[in-house]
Every structure is written in C-alpha cells, then in structure tokens.
C-alpha cells in the first residue's frame, strides 16, 4: 500500500540535544511538508520541499533544518536553537506542477516529540 | 495574507443530530478547500475537497459547498454518529505554492 511513515512515534529528548524524525514516503509525490501542531491549535508550517535537492521555509523555520537528497525521504531535525519543541509534528506529501488541482496533501501518522 | 476561520468548539452533539461546522476564507484568486479530519493521536486524513464555486465535496455521509459569495465552505452532516468524535480543520490551498493554510480546528464530540 502506498502512503507516508514517520518514525518514531514518540521521542524524548534532552534539553540542548538535536534530534531528526523521518518522514518517507512511496507515493511517487514531488512535493513534501513539515507542519508542526501544538494543543487546540492548527498546523504552522515549518519547511516545504517541492523537488529534490530544494527546499524553503515556512512561518517557523527557525530552530529547523531539513534536507531533501531523495524523493522519497524528507528528514526534519530540531536543533537545540528550538526553544520550545515539544509539539506533534506532522510529515505531508503532494503531487506538484503536474496540474492546475495538484494541491491535495496527504498526512503521515505523526511523532509527538516532548523535551524533557 | 490568505487566512481560515473556523467555529470554535468544542461542539457537543447528541448521536443522529445535525452537524454544522462553519469555515470561512479570505484568498485572492480560487483557492482549493479541503476539509480534513484528526482522530485522536493521529495525522489528518482528507475528508473532502471543492476546487472551484459551487463544487459540492462529499465523503462518508459528510458535505461542503464551495461557496465563492459568501466565501465559505461549512462542513455538514445529516446523522452523527460516536465514531466521528475527532477534530476537523478547514484549509484552503495557496495557488501560488500550493501550501496548505488552515483554521484552528474544531473539536466534535458526539455523545450515544
């Protein structure tokens, strides 16, 4: 079946650590995404990726880092310069330039990341 | 900038009554709406989209109508049931980036 892994589920991490969460994903898309939800609120974009080996920011990088070597994989690691990680971040994909309607993403399970 | 709002909730409905959530939009141009849904401790699965005025999406007993005069894309449902007890965001597509830009959320709760 075709869809989108993240990995780990949960992850713990000390104060002043990097950590990076996987997102892959087997839907031949173009386009990936990382969005960071916090409790009660809506999804804030963190990095988007349109093609590989390219990618910009979103409304709050800053604190992230991402790499797109592979179509498939779209890594994000937070840096100890986040100051407040503990968030469920969400890994996204979507067709891209293939239309005028290629804009439908598709979620991944997600990774609860808590700072301990 | 283009912007969602949604109802705030949480909404508390009864098994078999109505369901209305209201989402509104400012966009330039036409802008794709989607509705998504989040069960607890997952990622969001689509639930439905509209791509231009008029469209109606429709998905599991749930619908939306692009609705361009009044900007608005209400999500409804005739009969609940407990098992649509999640959260629901409304967003809209950027034309340009096709970046996804959603509202806050609205929690369900349906009740048997």
């Known amino acids: 079946d075709g869809g989108i892994t993240q990995s780990p589920k949960y992850l713990f991490r000390k104060e002043g650590q990097n950590v990076t969460l996987s997102c892959e994903q087997n839907?031949?898309?173009?386009?990936m995404y990382w969005y960071r939800q916090d409790p009660g609120q809506g999804l804030r974009l963190i990095y988007y990726?349109?093609?590989?080996?390219?990618?910009q920011k979103g409304d709050i990088a800053e604190g992230y880092s991402v790499s797109r070597e592979k179509k498939e994989s779209f890594p994000l690691t937070v840096t100890s310069a986040q100051k407040n990680p503990t968030a469920f971040y969400l890994c996204?994909?979507?067709?891209?330039?293939?239309?005028?309607?290629?804009?439908?993403?598709?979620f991944g399970p997600g990774t609860r990341l808590t700072v301990l | 900038g283009d912007s969602v709002t949604q109802m705030e909730g949480p909404v508390t409905l009864s098994e078999e009554a109505f369901l209305t959530i209201n989402c509104t939009y400012t966009?330039?141009?036409?802008?794709?709406l989607f509705w998504y849904v989040q069960y607890p401790g997952e990622g969001l699965q689509l639930l439905l989209k509209?791509?231009?005025?008029?469209d109606k999406g429709s998905n599991k007993g749930f619908e939306a109508t692009y609705r361009k005069e009044t900007t608005s894309f209400h999500l409804e449902k005739g009969s609940v049931q407990v098992s649509d007890s999640a959260v629901y965001f409304c967003?809209?597509?950027?034309?340009?980036?096709?970046?996804?830009?959603f509202g806050s959320g609205t929690r369900l709760l349906v009740r048997p």
């Open positions: 990726s349109q093609i590989v080996n390219d990618f």
């Open positions: 509209a791509t231009k005025a008029d």
């Open positions: 839907l031949n898309h173009d386009a």
């Open positions: 996204a994909s979507s067709t891209y330039g293939q239309g005028a309607r290629s804009d439908t993403q598709y």
């Open positions: 966009a330039t141009g036409y802008p794709s």
């Open positions: 967003a809209l597509s950027d034309l340009s980036s096709y970046k996804l830009i």
